[in-house]
């Protein structure tokens, strides 16, 4: 059964310091990984995705990694900000339709000033 | 924002009841997608719909349905509500019906619905 494992499940951290969420993944076949960022009683928005042949993706103080070979995912925040407090949602699909999607429960994360 | 819009925000209803949720998809997306999130499952897919024709379903119970009209505004239809049935209910629209490699999907900002 294809399932997408994150951790931790919530993390507190203070305004300013980096953080690293992790998502590790039992969906066959791969075809991409997303990162998705969701803020309390909003929609998901997209931060990055990655195919197989890439390991490395960013989007601002955003970093995703992802190791095909143990697959493992890691998003990475930099200098975090207190806007940066929401779930962020790791999404892997096997290339097929929407039913092909594997979300895993998301990380809360909040940031303290 | 995101360009989807979905009615109503908040839904407030009893066991047994039925209701529709609605979802505009952003100007020229032809896919629209919905999703159900309660708060210990995470994001479950529901089903898409593709230029108004079913394109993949999901973990969709069989009291729910939904339906793509020819203007590609979507509804979800939930009948026979019972409270496991409350939840966040996401649409999410993109340009193609195809894979999901770079299918973009945008999400809307969500109906909750509260079954007492």
């Known amino acids: 059964k294809n399932q997408v494992e994150q951790s931790p499940q919530s993390l507190i951290i203070l305004e300013g310091k980096n953080c690293t969420l992790q998502?590790?993944?039992?969906?066959?076949?791969?075809?991409?990984l997303r990162w998705y960022k969701q803020d309390t009683g909003r929609g998901p928005v997209s931060l990055t995705i990655m195919t197989f042949s890439e390991n490395t993706k960013s989007n601002g103080r955003y970093t995703a990694t992802l190791d095909a070979d143990t697959k493992q995912s890691s998003l990475h925040i930099t200098a975090s900000q207190l806007s940066d407090s929401a779930s962020y949602i790791c999404?892997?699909?096997?290339?097929?339709?929407?039913?092909?999607?594997?979300f895993g429960k998301g990380t809360h994360l909040i940031i303290q000033p | 924002d995101s360009g989807v819009t979905q009615t109503p925000k908040h839904l407030i209803t009893a066991t047994g009841q039925r209701v529709t949720l609605r979802c505009s998809p952003r100007?020229?997306?032809?896919?629209v997608y919905w999703y159900q999130q309660s708060l210990d499952q995470g994001l479950q897919f529901l089903i898409q719909y593709y230029n108004g024709e079913e394109r993949a379903k999901g973990n969709i119970l069989e009291r729910f349905s939904a339906q793509q009209f020819p203007d590609l505004h979507s509804e979800l239809n939930l009948s026979s509500l019972e409270l496991g049935d409350s939840a966040l209910y996401f649409c999410a629209s993109s340009v193609v019906g195809g894979g999901f490699s770079y299918n973009e999907q945008f999400f809307g900002p969500g109906t909750r619905l509260t079954v007492l």
């Open positions: 999404v892997v699909s096997t290339g097929g339709g929407a039913d092909g999607l594997t």
């Open positions: 100007s020229g997306d032809l896919s």
């Open positions: 998502c590790n993944y039992t969906v066959s076949p791969f075809s991409n």
